[in-house]
């Protein structure tokens, strides 16, 4: 849990293109706290992996959606179309997804140039993607990796409940 504070609080700080070399530290550290509650999945089905408890810190502009800019526009229609083009019947497929999912992932986080309030809320929606597309990579069962895969449609499509 400290990770996770910490992991925003750093998030909320230092905007998108000036943390390239922050990002590695988020990766890893979104892959450990992914692990620690893909450990407890049995204990806690209801997690912040398998489910979407971020959406209760979310907050809206003024009732609207937020303006996002282009190139992270470009990068969640990216994802949610690696989303569903790829088949995943296998433990080795949902590898492959996370994958794949992880380098769209990396394009958003890259590229972004929002600041502000809608910035602040892409992470809030962001952080969960991460660390469930990191689970995803080091999952160890079918069933977990279809949960996972389900967790990762939701939140990969509450992007445009949010933004715009």
């Given at each position: 849990?400290?990770?996770l504070i910490f992991?925003?609080?750093l998030l909320t700080i230092v905007g998108c293109k000036d943390r390239k070399t922050s990002e590695t530290t988020v990766h890893s550290d979104a892959v450990e706290n992914a692990l620690e509650v893909t450990d407890k999945r049995h204990s806690d089905d209801t997690s912040n992996i398998y489910g979407n408890a971020w959406t209760k810190d979310m907050a809206m502009d003024n009732g609207e959606q937020w303006q996002a800019?282009?190139?992270t526009n470009e990068g969640v229609k990216q994802l949610q179309k690696t989303f569903y083009a790829k088949?995943?019947?296998s433990l080795e497929d949902y590898h492959k997804l996370a994958e794949n999912l992880n380098e769209d992932k990396n394009y958003v986080v890259k590229n972004c140039t929002m600041v502000g309030p809608s910035h602040d809320n892409l992470h809030v929606w962001l952080h969960p993607l991460?660390?469930?597309i990191a689970a995803l990579s080091k999952v160890e069962t079918v069933e977990d990796?279809?949960?996972l895969?389900?967790?990762i449609e939701e939140n990969i499509n509450a992007y445009s409940i949010y933004f715009k």
């Amino acid at each position: 849990m400290k990770h996770l504070i910490f992991v925003l609080g750093l998030l909320t700080i230092v905007g998108c293109k000036d943390r390239k070399t922050s990002e590695t530290t988020v990766h890893s550290d979104a892959v450990e706290n992914a692990l620690e509650v893909t450990d407890k999945r049995h204990s806690d089905d209801t997690s912040n992996i398998y489910g979407n408890a971020w959406t209760k810190d979310m907050a809206m502009d003024n009732g609207e959606q937020w303006q996002a800019d282009v190139t992270t526009n470009e990068g969640v229609k990216q994802l949610q179309k690696t989303f569903y083009a790829k088949t995943t019947n296998s433990l080795e497929d949902y590898h492959k997804l996370a994958e794949n999912l992880n380098e769209d992932k990396n394009y958003v986080v890259k590229n972004c140039t929002m600041v502000g309030p809608s910035h602040d809320n892409l992470h809030v929606w962001l952080h969960p993607l991460i660390e469930k597309i990191a689970a995803l990579s080091k999952v160890e069962t079918v069933e977990d990796a279809s949960k996972l895969k389900l967790s990762i449609e939701e939140n990969i499509n509450a992007y445009s409940i949010y933004f715009k």
